[in-house]
């Protein structure tokens, strides 16, 4: 009776998990299908949602720890590219020198220690997220890899109707 048990057990949690799987498969087929900016922390991050107004914070050096103490490690792609331009331009309403010299003055001052990191491809920002528990990039659906969490923005993820990163 007790072996009969643990299989019935087992069998319903493996079905929980199968459909929990093609769940978040789907989702990330649903994310990939879209050019929308994702915002993808490392997925130990406990944190799932952020809202204009958080990134703007994150954005500006404002916001330094996650909750549990962990830094945030901004990473973005080199000036020019679609994400960065797109992601300071919505979120800050600057263009990336503003945002640069915005940077230098923080160094300067002594408010911050460094810019945020700039890589030269997705795959590198991406490594750097999975790798780093407090770090946080930007990348478009397409492009997202299945080892890192997606956040909502405003409530919204990539390719819904009202997401703010288009």
């Known amino acids: 009776m007790k072996t009969a048990k643990t299989v019935c057990l087992l069998s319903i ?12 498969a789907e ?16 997925e130990k991050n406990a944190i799932t949602a952020v809202t204009m107004s958080d990134l703007r914070r994150i954005l500006l050096g404002e916001r330094k720890f996650w909750k549990g103490n962990a830094p945030v490690q901004l990473v973005l792609r080199d000036p020019g590219t679609r994400e960065r331009d797109k992601v300071i331009g919505l979120s800050l ?14 160094v300067f001052r002594g408010e911050a220690s460094a810019e945020p990191l700039a890589v030269p491809s997705n795959g590198m920002a991406t490594e750097y997220v999975a790798d780093t528990p407090g770090a946080i990039t930007f990348v478009v659906g397409r492009n997202l890899r299945p080892d890192l969490k997606v956040l909502k923005v405003d409530g919204k993820y990539p390719g819904e109707a009202g997401y703010p990163l288009k």
């Open 13 to 24: 949690t493996a079905f929980f998990l199968l459909g929990l799987s093609a769940a978040l």
């Open 93 to 106: 309403k600057m263009s990336d020198q503003e945002f640069a010299k915005y940077w230098r003055t923080m």
């Open 27 to 42: 989702t990330l087929n649903s994310f990939k299908s879209t050019d929308d900016i994702a915002v993808v922390v490392n």
